[in-house]
């Protein structure tokens, strides 16, 4: 130390943890302490592979370094959980903090991390989500690294990121820029692999690379760029672009650039310390007005070439992603390690757009241009708060302006006199206060039903629900039918049973419920065994335990039913199933009237009635067509068809019947207008590209937005039915570690806005299913005051 401090050197003591036993603690402990007095300058402590070490005792010797502690680069999987436990609450003192392949599974880190300038948790597969207030405590936080990790929501993502007002480098993925030569694999040298890389078995087939290129973007300029172009592809720039298709998506995620961090030893290898980019780049005057996607990468093409060629101790590799050729140079480039949500569409231009300081992403520098085409791209495809509000006001603010405008002018003093716009109604009132809750926290309430066998005094009993519907007039009610051919109506906000049906041995799962709306009391029932009931859970016999079973009317058989609609007037019913027809029931007289044959090419999946008139309703079927359809002309045609590129799984009218909302396999959901079937609205949620991605959509309460879940996905978007963007999206997790969910079925609540149900089935090797209360106007902080008095339900509740 005294020679370093001569020479004006920064005297660094690197402490490795590797080869450390619980005997070597004391006497290393004793040096610890000792460190704040001496000349050392900075202490950085290094665990590269797996160690015998106890945890707590790490820890000490880490807290005992104190204001000192500059780097704590650990695999802290040898330490065990109290020791994340412990950092995650009490926090540390270092600069920069490496936990690679740490098992947090929600990350909360609500200890005071003040020092900390650098967070890298890349590989922590089981990382899937952030608390709230998780990142709160790292006031100089700049750089954030989570590759490979299973993070995928947007929303709760920068929620829990707008919290750190420091945040300028961010990183879900690695950027490689390679060449054509050599292996497929990734190849690295030696003198590039740093200690954020893992040592696990699962990464030695192909390493991470560490980047430690980041092009200068004053290096090269327009002049050297029109330079290195051949004379014929300078010429055709234009004629490119104008070949392209307007209609194109361009997903500037994918125009890559090789970064040239400069590594110093207060961050892993790959981050900026510096961060010193520019604000813009002298290279645009080039290609003003040309911005396809083609000449974009091609320009990214070569200066990331450049770069490589100027770089004479770095090694290039190969994977197919994207090529060019620029004078008889090859490049590529390919992305390592991303998360989940590096998949998202326009995550790039999200990320951007929602974090405002943010300089570099992914490696790759934010210029000017990449701003402001990301703000035009989420204003196109995304909602920050609902109703097109773009401000976030407080609740508190909101009512006050309701009640000054409520005060009778005469009595209103200049200061009074209200602030918003004149002739402002109590229905824009209450679209403010759902847009001032909801922006107040990405995290909705969330829990599940608890109803059990348990009210029925059958210790072992669980329902397994299979569909379910809210009561039409009555907000308090819900029936479920089960696998296991039973009917339960529920009170779901008490999640007391109000009746139960048993299957008596004559149904099997059931997979058609609906209500009549001038008998509340009613409601039929069919099950994949072609059995149909109407049950009035009014008139019905009490049994020994308190609760009653309903009284029932048994109409004709359907076989292979799948889905039953009741008319406007509750005097007739309709059911469909996996045949080509439709039958028609008298509720009244119990008979069946009719069956309409060959109404479609393949088996009609849903069949509902308009929710206006009792004469019309419309099919959907996995023949790709949806038909509208009127009783008063004998349906042998339909009134019109409307085609899908896929089979359709379900239809529905909006509550005013001027919109059809048609959902077909693999996320094709589409808002017809109801008069002729025509195109209006094209939601684009991506596809997944598989054909058993079953869709199901329907409208929130009223007919302002609309929900939508596919079970091979976890997710439930909620988009706006008269733009088509965005607003959120709801992410199912299971409750056990690893256990994946996806979404059976789901009803907006048509009681309260923002408000819907989920029915969500665990993937094998558990089948169990349950319904999912989701309140996006509240916190999920609700959870830990609903815990109390029932099951609280984990997916997505941070902790």
């Known amino acids: 130390a005294d020679v370093k401090k001569s020479r004006h050197e920064l005297c660094v003591l690197e402490i490795l943890l590797d080869h450390v036993k619980d005997v070597d603690f004391h006497p290393l402990l004793e040096v610890t302490r000792r460190i704040g007095d001496s000349e050392i300058e900075a202490v950085d402590v290094l665990n590269e592979s797996s160690c015998a070490l106890n945890g707590e005792y790490a820890l000490v010797l880490i807290r005992s370094i104190d204001q000192k502690l500059r780097i704590v680069d650990l695999q802290d999987l040898s330490f065990g959980k109290d020791f994340l436990r412990d950092v995650s609450q009490r926090g540390l003192q270092c600069q920069v903090l490496n936990l690679r392949s740490s098992h947090f599974r929600k990350l909360n880190l609500v200890g005071e991390f003040l020092r900390l300038h650098t967070l890298n948790l890349d590989y922590s597969t ?119 298709s307007d209609d194109s998506e361009v997903d500037f995620s994918i125009h890559l650039e090789n970064d040239q961090l400069d590594s110093s030893h207060s961050a892993p290898p790959g981050w900026n310390r510096e961060i010193n980019l520019p604000s813009e780049v002298n290279l645009w005057p080039l290609i003003t007005g040309f911005f396809s996607c083609f000449v974009y990468s091609i320009l990214w093409g070569i200066k990331a070439t450049s770069a490589a060629l100027s ?88 009512l006050q302006k309701r009640e000054i405008r409520a005060i009778p002018s005469s009595f209103r003093t200049q200061k009074q006199m209200p602030m918003d716009p004149v002739g402002k109604s109590q229905h824009s009132y209450a679209r403010s206060l759902c847009a001032a809750k909801m922006g107040s926290s990405a995290w909705p309430y969330m829990h599940s039903l608890s109803i059990s066998g348990n009210d029925l005094g059958d210790e072992n009993g669980s329902f397994r629900p299979r569909q379910f519907e809210y009561h039409p007039t009555n907000s308090s009610l819900m029936v479920f039918g089960t696998l296991d051919g039973e009917v339960v109506v529920v009170n779901h906000e008490k999640q007391k049973i109000v009746s139960y049906i048993p299957s ?47 009284s029932s009317v048994t109409f004709d058989e359907f076989d292979q039913l ?49 929710n206006r008139s009792p004469s019309i309703f419309a099919t ?78 329907y409208y929130l309460n009223g007919k302002d937005y609309i929900i939508s879940g596919s079970c091979d996905e976890h997710v439930v978007r909620v988009c706006c039915a008269q733009t088509g963007r965005r607003l959120r999206d709801i992410s199912l997790e299971g409750k056990a570690s690893g256990s994946s969910m996806f979404v059976q079925s789901l009803r907006g609540d048509p009681f309260r806005p923002f408000n819907m149900s989920i029915l969500a089935a665990y993937t094998r090797p558990s089948s169990k299913s349950e319904i999912v209360k989701v309140n996006l106007l509240a916190s999920s902080e609700c959870n830990k005051e609903a815990s109390s008095g029932g099951s609280s339900f984990p997916f997505n509740s941070m902790g």
Request: proline letters at 4%; charged letters at 20%.
């Open 126 to 244: 089981m990382l899937s989500s952030f608390r709230e207030d998780c990142f709160s405590s790292m006031p100089n936080l700049m750089c954030l690294s989570m590759c490979e990790t299973r993070i995928s929501n947007l929303w709760t993502t920068i929620a829990a990121l707008s919290k750190l007002p420091s945040l300028v480098e961010l990183r879900f993925q690695n950027w490689i820029c390679c060449n054509d030569v050599g292996s497929s694999g990734s190849s690295v040298g030696d003198d590039q692999t740093g200690p954020s890389q893992p040592s696990n078995a699962s990464h030695l087939e192909m390493p991470p690379i560490s980047l430690n290129l980041l092009i200068d973007l004053d290096v090269m300029t327009e002049q050297a760029i029109r330079n290195l172009l051949p004379f014929s592809m300078n010429q055709n720039f234009q004629n490119a672009n104008e070949d392209s």
């Open 311 to 398: 770089n004479q101790n770095g090694e290039e590799s190969s994977e197919g992603a994207i090529s060019g050729h620029v004078a008889d140079v090859s490049f590529k480039y390919i992305s390592e390690h991303a998360s989940p949500i590096c998949f998202e569409q326009h995550y790039r231009e999200f990320m951007i757009a929602s974090i405002p300081q943010l300089r570099v992403l992914d490696n790759l520098p934010i210029r000017n241009i990449d701003r402001e085409m990301a703000n035009l791209t989420f204003f196109k495809h995304f909602e920050r708060l609902p109703y097109r509000r773009s401000d976030k006001e407080s609740v508190v603010s909101i």
């Open 504 to 550: 008596f041995g004559t149904m099997n799962s059931v997979l058609g419920l609906c209500w009549l709306k001038h008998f509340p009391s009613r409601l039929i029932a069919g099950s994949d065994n072609g059995s149909l009931k109407l049950y009035d859970i009014q008139h019905f016999p009490s049994t020994s335990n308190g609760l009653r079973t309903a």
């Open 562 to 610: 799948t889905s039953v609609h009741v008319n406007s007037t509750d005097e007739l019913f309709l059911a469909s199933g996996y045949s080509k027809n439709v039958a028609l029931y008298d509720i009244n007289s119990g008979r069946r009237l009719q069956v309409f044959t060959d109404m479609h090419q393949e088996h009609i999946n849903v069949v509902k009635f308009s």
């Open 620 to 697: 959907s079927s996995f023949d790709q067509d949806i038909k509208m359809w009127d009783l008063r002309q004998k349906p042998i045609r339909p009134c019109y068809t409307a085609t899908s590129s896929k089979g359709n799984v379900m239809v529905c009218f909006s509550p005013d019947d001027h919109y059809l909302l048609a959902s077909a396999v693999d996320n094709e959901v589409k808002q017809l207008l109801a008069a002729d079937g025509s195109l209006h609205l094209d939601f684009q949620i991506p596809a997944t590209g598989s054909s058993q991605n079953y869709t199901r959509s």
